[in-house]
């Protein structure tokens, strides 16, 4: 049995969730149980909160954690030794999931005058992620007084608390709301899982299905199942624009002069591809969205 933990709330759980869900690894999201086994996979979650997830994994109460790069970072690979006998490199980044995505940003009263990373010189910052901050600081010789607080960060200036924040940044609109402006990048974040590098050769072989379940997921994404009758005059041109993952189908029609023709393409370049096979002759295009792909 190998035993995942992933955070009781907010969108990384969601998101977390939603992929076991399109892997048909069937869990039930009862949040008020700590511990949950799925009922088709040798699979067991842990709830915890988002920080706590490093820290599991690393001492092998968890074998593998969905978790924000963030705070895997800050917990793990910038953080203060975690003690207890546990050690950093015990845990490692399995895979990169790619959803959840922000940023670790510093941001400073929209009003400011801001020329350079110089400004924070002395300054006040409030954040949650102090080891990250602490670590990019030292990088530009910025000497500046970090407050660390949990919870709403975004409003220590507007209260006098300090005068910039290094916080999670998303869409932005929450530093909009307080009166802020982003003016440094330090960091992008997603999804990682990450494992205990202790792990069994039996819990490993378990984690390798769950991946390969994962990957004809991910492959998936917006991808498109597109079927279309194409004239055999102008066979060829249809084939030269189609991006597929090998060649396309193409299967003989009763009418001689006529073929269909099945591929795969991906969302990014769907209209300006199926502009071109209209102005081919393509006709009858059905499309149909990819819910697994193995290749």
């Given at each position: 049995?190998?035993?995942?933990?992933?955070?009781?709330?907010?969108?990384?759980f969601?998101?977390?969730?939603?992929?076991?869900?399109?892997?048909?690894?069937?869990?039930s999201?009862?949040?008020?149980?700590?511990?949950?086994?799925?009922?088709?996979?040798?699979?067991?979650?842990?709830?915890?909160?988002?920080?706590?997830?490093?820290q599991?994994?690393a001492?092998?109460?968890?074998d593998?954690?969905?978790?924000?790069?963030?705070?895997?970072?800050?917990?793990?690979?910038?953080?203060?030794?975690?003690?207890?006998?546990?050690?950093?490199?015990?845990?490692?980044?399995?895979?990169?999931?790619?959803?959840?995505?922000?940023?670790?940003?510093l941001?400073?009263?929209?009003?400011?005058?801001?020329?350079?990373?110089?400004?924070?010189?002395?300054?006040?910052?409030a954040?949650?992620?102090?080891?990250?901050?602490?670590?990019?600081?030292?990088?530009?010789?910025?000497?500046?007084?970090?407050?660390?607080?949990?919870?709403?960060?975004?409003?220590?200036p507007?209260?006098?608390l300090?005068?910039?924040?290094?916080?999670?940044v998303?869409?932005?609109?929450t530093l909009?709301?307080?009166?802020?402006?982003?003016?440094?990048?330090?960091?992008?974040?997603?999804?990682?899982?990450?494992?205990?590098?202790?792990?069994?050769?039996?819990?490993?072989?378990?984690?390798?299905?769950?991946?390969?379940?994962f990957?004809?997921?991910?492959?998936?994404?917006?991808?498109?199942?597109?079927?279309?009758?194409?004239?055999?005059?102008?066979?060829?041109?249809?084939?030269?624009?189609?991006?597929?993952?090998k060649?396309?189908?193409?299967?003989?029609?009763?009418?001689?002069?006529?073929?269909?023709?099945?591929?795969?393409?991906?969302?990014?370049?769907?209209w300006?591809?199926?502009?071109?096979?209209?102005?081919?002759g393509?006709q009858?295009?059905?499309?149909?969205?990819?819910?697994?792909?193995?290749?």
């Amino acid at each position: 049995m190998l035993r995942i933990a992933v955070q009781s709330k907010g969108r990384l759980f969601d998101d977390t969730m939603n992929l076991l869900a399109e892997a048909d690894i069937k869990v039930s999201s009862g949040r008020r149980t700590l511990l949950v086994q799925s009922g088709n996979f040798p699979l067991e979650v842990l709830y915890l909160r988002d920080d706590d997830i490093p820290q599991s994994v690393a001492s092998g109460v968890a074998d593998i954690g969905v978790v924000g790069e963030n705070e895997f970072v800050e917990r793990l690979r910038v953080g203060e030794p975690l003690g207890s006998g546990m050690r950093n490199e015990d845990a490692e980044i399995v895979s990169r999931l790619g959803f959840s995505k922000c940023r670790l940003s510093l941001a400073i009263p929209k009003e400011i005058d801001y020329q350079g990373v110089e400004w924070f010189q002395g300054k006040k910052i409030a954040t949650s992620y102090p080891n990250i901050l602490r670590q990019f600081l030292q990088k530009h010789g910025i000497e500046a007084e970090i407050h660390v607080i949990t919870g709403s960060v975004e409003i220590s200036p507007g209260i006098g608390l300090a005068d910039g924040i290094f916080d999670i940044v998303s869409s932005g609109s929450t530093l909009v709301s307080n009166n802020l402006r982003e003016v440094e990048v330090v960091m992008q974040s997603e999804a990682l899982l990450i494992g205990h590098k202790g792990m069994s050769q039996e819990k490993r072989d378990i984690l390798d299905q769950m991946l390969f379940r994962f990957k004809a997921v991910k492959d998936a994404e917006d991808k498109k199942y597109v079927r279309m009758n194409a004239p055999k005059a102008r066979l060829q041109e249809i084939i030269n624009v189609l991006p597929g993952l090998k060649s396309p189908t193409i299967i003989p029609l009763a009418d001689e002069e006529w073929c269909s023709v099945h591929t795969v393409l991906d969302q990014k370049r769907f209209w300006e591809i199926i502009g071109k096979l209209k102005e081919m002759g393509a006709q009858g295009i059905l499309v149909t969205p990819i819910e697994k792909m193995i290749l």
